[in-house]
């Protein structure tokens, strides 16, 4: 065979070997793209099998039993994925109150104005409680007591207990939720209790149900201890220490029925959904099996079924419902001072970097709040706190409180081990919150 002809031989088989080739090559785009068609035509199909479950929340016909602390989980099991659908379905996404349209009163700078402040003497308030009377624990630094909240661009309706108690004249005032928003309404007690004789004014014991009576305004300023909105095993006011947190996700019913007739309600709820997983025993269990979920998302069924409440009876003619938003702490000084290993203890002053976010308020959570509000349109008003107590790490209790345990001798050695640094001192921080509360009613 001549050299030419082997040459013609090559490029004979040149061709049926690149046509080989992209022949293979289409078959395997062609068997991918069947593959990878398969693959979402199979996980659509799963999707389709396992749709998400709404439960209405809030009906009567409930067959768990009703939660006390001594109530416990028979048995647990993971989270079904059930959610909280809203009962009325005529709610719509809308503007909600958040603030004055000309000013954010919310937006600004803590002033010291020890001219002005404080508001009232913690020593002259019969209804001071012994977890937030600091002066009275040995705090001798009372510039906590002297700073005003002052926004950028206008000013704040100053506090005038006449007034606040003509717009209360013939109305229910309730407080719901933890112990932070006890704190507020203790707050508020001590702002108003000053222009009431004492023969006019009453209080009832310590209760589930905290009211205060002022006779001549036919006004009562109460608390409810509601720490989860929702149904739980933690609603005691005093014995709520538990090992196991219960709650009934899809109903508000047991509280509802003690809110309902009044006329202002405060809300809040943020710092008992930080605590870990939390056991869910919905209404319609009847073998007393839990599920468990983690706090945010259990926060989330919570909310939820409190704004099916809100959307489904609340009458905004008739009445008015605010929110306070998350109450911040200060548990570590790294956060505003690098390089420290503290906390809120020996604090005496509040932040001046404007802007400042603490790990204590959780973004997550704040944005989940927002979004169950937006829902609720101009039904609730927004006390957005959250900013502004984000400064005030002067503003806790530290070690100057009453203690329920006995501190032990390495505890007492190292104040910052026990120190409180998530509820507030008052006169301070709280009472800026009832003077936003004025400032909106």
């Known amino acids: 065979m001549t050299q030419s002809q082997r040459c013609n031989r090559k490029r004979t088989h040149s061709p049926l070997i690149a046509l080989f080739f992209l022949v293979f090559i289409v078959c395997s785009i062609l068997y991918n793209e069947l593959s990878i068609q398969r693959i979402h035509q199979d996980s659509h199909h799963d999707h ?3 749709p998400v479950r709404y439960i209405q929340p809030n009906l009567f016909d409930r067959k768990s039993e009703v939660l006390d602390r ?3 989980c028979n048995s647990t099991r993971e989270y079904s994925g059930w959610k909280i659908g809203w ?6 996404s809308g503007r909600r109150r958040v603030g004055s349209e000309r000013c954010d009163v919310f937006s600004g700078k803590w002033v010291f104005d020890n001219a002005s402040y404080p508001l009232y003497n913690e020593s002259q308030c019969p209804y001071m409680s012994d977890q ?3 002066h009275k624990h040995g705090r001798s630094d009372v510039r906590y007591q002297y700073w005003r909240w002052q926004p950028h661009n206008c000013n704040l309706k100053r506090w005038n207990a006449t007034e606040m108690w003509e717009k209360l004249r013939g109305k229910r005032l309730m407080f719901v939720g933890d112990s932070l928003n006890r704190g507020q309404w203790i707050s508020m007690l001590c702002l108003l209790q000053s222009v009431i004789p004492e023969n006019k004014r009453s209080i009832t014991p310590n209760a589930q149900l905290t009211i205060f009576r002022a006779e001549e305004y036919n006004a009562t300023v109460e608390f409810l201890w509601a720490p989860l909105l929702v149904e739980s095993n933690s609603d005691d006011p005093v014995n709520h220490r538990l090992d196991e947190r219960i709650i009934c996700p899809d109903s508000v019913l047991k509280h509802s029925s003690q809110w309902e007739q009044a006329d202002i309600l405060v809300f809040n709820s943020y710092l008992w959904w930080r605590q870990g997983p939390v056991k869910l025993l919905w209404s319609s269990e009847e073998n007393g099996v839990c599920e468990e979920l983690d706090g945010l998302g259990a926060m989330e ?8 409440w809100v959307a489904s009876k ?3 003619l008739k009445k008015r419902v605010f929110f306070v938003t998350m109450s911040p702490t200060h548990l570590w000084s790294r956060e505003w001072q690098p390089g ?3 906390n809120c203890y020996n604090e005496k002053i509040p932040i001046d970097l404007e802007g400042y976010w603490g790990s204590g308020s959780d973004l997550p959570t704040m944005r989940m709040v927002d979004k169950v509000l937006s829902k609720l349109g101009s039904k609730v008003t927004v006390l957005n706190i959250t900013q502004l107590s984000e400064y005030r790490k002067d503003g806790h209790p ?10 032990k001798p390495q505890q007492l050695s190292n104040p910052p081990s026990y120190s409180d640094c998530i509820h507030w001192c008052l006169p301070g921080v709280p009472d800026v919150w009832n003077e936003l509360l004025f400032h909106f009613l």
């Open 48 to 50: 389709q099998e396992a």
């Open 70 to 72: 001594f109530s416990k």
């Open 87 to 92: 009962a009325d379905p005529r709610v719509k």
């Open 132 to 134: 937030l009377a600091c």
């Open 301 to 308: 069924l919570a909310m939820s079924a409190w704004a099916d």
């Open 314 to 316: 609340l009458n905004p």
């Open 340 to 342: 420290s290993e503290g």
């Open 398 to 407: 530290s070690i100057y409180r009453k203690f329920w345990e006995t501190l």
